[in-house]
């Protein structure tokens, strides 16, 4: 893969999570944290409302890409990220309900929003 193909995911990834914290907000969240780091991965976003506290995966696609954002999301990336949950929750303890959710967002080549995908207590 060239630099800047890199580049250009790296750019559309941040632009999805950038989409679904503006989503998350219009829906009565406030963004704690954005990508959370562990040893065993990261977390995306970090939300929370009145009662929840709501960890998000996000995948960013184009329209023509050949795998869904969701359907990249494997049994192993579950495992790290439910593990990345335990480590944040251990750190930062809360009395808030955890959930986990994950988002799809696509975007077209010049990253604009073409619709968002989101589905709570995704795994």
């Known amino acids: ?40 991965g990261e977390i995306d976003i970090i939300a929370e409302n009145e009662v929840r506290i709501i960890f998000v995966e996000v995948k960013t696609r184009t329209a023509n890409s050949m795998v869904s954002g969701f359907e990249s999301i494997t049994r192993a990336k579950i495992r790290r990220f439910s593990k990345t949950v335990e480590t944040y929750l251990m750190k930062y303890p809360t009395k808030k309900q955890p959930r986990i959710d994950c988002a799809q967002v696509i975007v077209s080549e010049d990253n604009s929003l073409v619709k968002i995908d989101y589905i709570k207590n995704a795994f």
């Open 1 to 40: 893969m060239t630099t800047d193909r890199k580049h250009d995911i790296s750019e559309r990834g941040k632009a999805g999570e950038r989409y679904v914290c503006d989503y998350l907000e219009k829906h009565g969240c406030k963004i704690k944290s954005v990508n959370f780091s562990s040893r065993y």
